[in-house]
T-cell receptor, first 115, second 113 residues
């Protein structure tokens, strides 16, 4: 079974530029998450999708971050304009409905450096 | 407000000995807890979980203990192996099946051969 795919793996941009990250979840997984992990901290939930609807985006900085999940499969996370404090690893995760262990399956992450 | 805390940023243990990683939480609504393991340049991978109706769950070399009254859980690895060297994250959710997880800051475990 293929895992969660993310791209790009690394991105370096200057502040005020824009960036987009792409995620393809495990086939059949209805729920998709974007997490932000700043160096030295644990992952923090940005947004949760159930199929193509948003379940929770309460911690998404909506003035600069946006995310969509068209057709309930792939998702993109966009940052525009980027700030220095957005430097982090952006992790995408997916889960089946009512999985046996409640676990999330994570991708390898997209590391963003904002200069 | 850090609802899930891992107060030890790092831990070193001799190979073959027991590794004990600790986690504390403040949100009394949490009733499902998970441990994730993370290698460099990889995403976190699920290790073991426990529901609040239990106080212990075991899977091979890994055992998680939950003390609800103290809002404390721990992960025991016996015996520790070099491949266990990684960052371990404690995570919690308000109910099983709600996979909205709150993570701790992680503990870097180093197993010394």
């Amino acid at each position: 079974e293929a895992g969660v795919a993310q791209s790009p793996r690394y991105k370096i941009i200057e502040k005020r530029q824009s960036v987009a990250f792409w995620c393809n979840p495990i086939s059949g997984h209805a729920t998709l998450y974007w997490y932000q992990q700043i160096l030295g901290q644990g992952p923090k939930l940005l947004i949760q999708f159930q199929n193509n609807g948003v379940v929770d985006d309460s911690q998404l900085p909506k003035d600069r971050f946006s995310a969509e999940r068209l057709k309930g499969v792939d998702s993109t996370l966009k940052i525009q304009p980027a700030k220095l404090e957005d430097s982090a690893v952006y992790l995408c995760a997916s889960s089946p409905d009512r999985g046996a262990t409640g676990e999330l399956f994570f991708g390898e992450g997209s590391r963003l450096t904002v200069l | 407000d850090q609802q899930v805390k891992q107060n030890s940023p790092s831990l070193s243990v001799q190979e073959g000995r027991i590794s004990i990683l600790n986690c504390d939480y403040t949100n009394s609504m949490f009733d499902y807890f998970l441990w994730y393991k993370k290698y460099p340049a990889e995403g976190p991978t699920f290790l073991i979980s426990i529901s609040s109706i239990k106080d212990k769950n075991e899977d091979g070399r890994f055992t998680v203990f939950l003390n609800k009254s103290a809002k404390h859980l721990s992960l025991h690895i016996v015996p520790s192996q070099p491949g266990d060297s990684a960052v371990y994250f404690c995570a919690a959710s308000e109910d099983f099946g709600n996979e909205k997880l709150t993570f701790g800051t992680g503990t870097r475990l180093t197993i010394i051969p």
